[in-house]
């Protein structure tokens, strides 16, 4: 994912009220800009810390800047942007970096499937076969090149996981994507501490089928970019 113009480079001051950060500009300005992340963003935060942002002419926008890249308190970066997460796996699998999910004919995006008013966010398919891709951005890096999911307690990703169970009762190959935006992390598991219903969930949706692929990106202010299997371990 290239970012045109290249992302500007600012300072992080603070991020408040969960959608806000103010930031110092390249020119001494300070600016609020929008976070897009919902998050607790645990361990991404470091105030007084290089942070990169894209810049929108929508004239609708209340806030004309968007926070896309975090330096973390270890010194590493942090794409915080969730909704770039499914776009960079969408590239990934087209460019043939996840070998895993080659193969296939079609590629759909937030088809609606399940019991639970869902939408997945990848749908692949052939005549013979269809695969449902569930997308998780990962940020939080808790040390020794260890990043863990959620960040906070997460109803809405226990659903998901529900969801892709089903998907495989009835036949259908299901995926859990975790998206690494962290530079630093190196592998992946659940957050057993913060949310055990989800890590306990993750642990029967594997038992039923359910397949866990992560995949760490290359970041700069030029381009985020998927580029690596990541290991998962429960």
Same mark, same amino acid.
């Given at each position: 994912? #290239?970012?045109?113009?290249?992302?500007?480079?600012?300072?992080?001051?603070?991020?408040? $009220?969960?959608? +806000?950060?103010?930031?110092?500009? /390249?020119?001494?300005?300070?600016?609020?800009?929008?976070?897009? =992340?919902?998050?607790?963003? #645990?361990?991404?935060?470091?105030?007084? /810390?290089?942070?990169? @942002?894209?810049?929108?002419?929508?004239? #609708?926008? $209340? @806030?004309?800047?968007?926070?896309?890249?975090?330096?973390?308190?270890?010194?590493?970066? !942090?794409?915080?942007?969730?909704?770039?997460? =499914?776009?960079?796996? %969408?590239? !990934?699998?087209?460019?043939?970096? %996840?070998?895993? +999910?080659?193969?296939?004919? =079609?590629?759909?995006?937030?088809?609606?499937?399940?019991?639970?008013?869902? &939408?997945?966010?990848?749908?692949? /398919?052939?005549?013979?076969?269809?695969?449902? %891709?569930?997308?998780?951005?990962?940020?939080?890096?808790? *040390?020794?090149?260890? *990043?863990?999911?959620?960040?906070?307690?997460?109803?809405?990703?226990? $659903?998901? +996981? &529900?969801?892709?169970?089903?998907?495989?009762? #009835?036949?259908?190959?299901?995926?859990?994507?975790?998206?690494?935006?962290?530079?630093?992390?190196?592998? %992946?598991?659940?957050?057993?501490?913060?949310?055990?219903?989800?890590?306990?969930?993750?642990?029967? !949706?594997?038992?039923?089928?359910?397949?866990?692929?992560?995949?760490?990106?290359?970041? /700069?202010?030029?381009?985020?970019?998927?580029?690596?299997?990541?290991?998962? =371990?429960?």
């Amino acid at each position: 994912m #290239k970012f045109q113009p290249s992302l500007a480079q600012g300072t992080l001051l603070r991020r408040y $009220k969960r959608f +806000l950060a103010d930031i110092r500009c /390249s020119d001494g300005r300070e600016i609020t800009i929008h976070c897009p =992340n919902t998050g607790s963003m #645990k361990h991404c935060l470091a105030e007084n /810390s290089p942070c990169w @942002y894209s810049r929108s002419d929508n004239p #609708k926008r $209340k @806030y004309a800047h968007t926070w896309e890249i975090a330096t973390t308190p270890s010194g590493d970066l !942090a794409g915080i942007n969730t909704s770039c997460s =499914n776009a960079l796996v %969408v590239e !990934a699998i087209k460019s043939g970096c %996840v070998t895993e +999910l080659q193969g296939y004919e =079609n590629l759909a995006t937030e088809v609606r499937y399940g019991d639970e008013r869902s &939408r997945i966010d990848i749908l692949l /398919s052939t005549d013979s076969e269809v695969c449902y %891709v569930e997308v998780k951005n990962v940020t939080m890096a808790v *040390g020794d090149g260890l *990043g863990l999911f959620p960040d906070s307690v997460s109803a809405r990703g226990t $659903k998901h +996981l &529900r969801e892709l169970m089903l998907m495989r009762e #009835k036949g259908h190959r299901a995926v859990l994507f975790y998206c690494v935006q962290h530079t630093g992390i190196q592998r %992946v598991s659940p957050a057993s501490d913060i949310d055990p219903v989800y890590a306990n969930t993750l642990a029967k !949706a594997i038992d039923a089928g359910v397949e866990v692929l992560a995949y760490g990106a290359k970041m /700069s202010p030029n381009e985020i970019v998927l580029q690596r299997a990541l290991p998962f =371990n429960l």
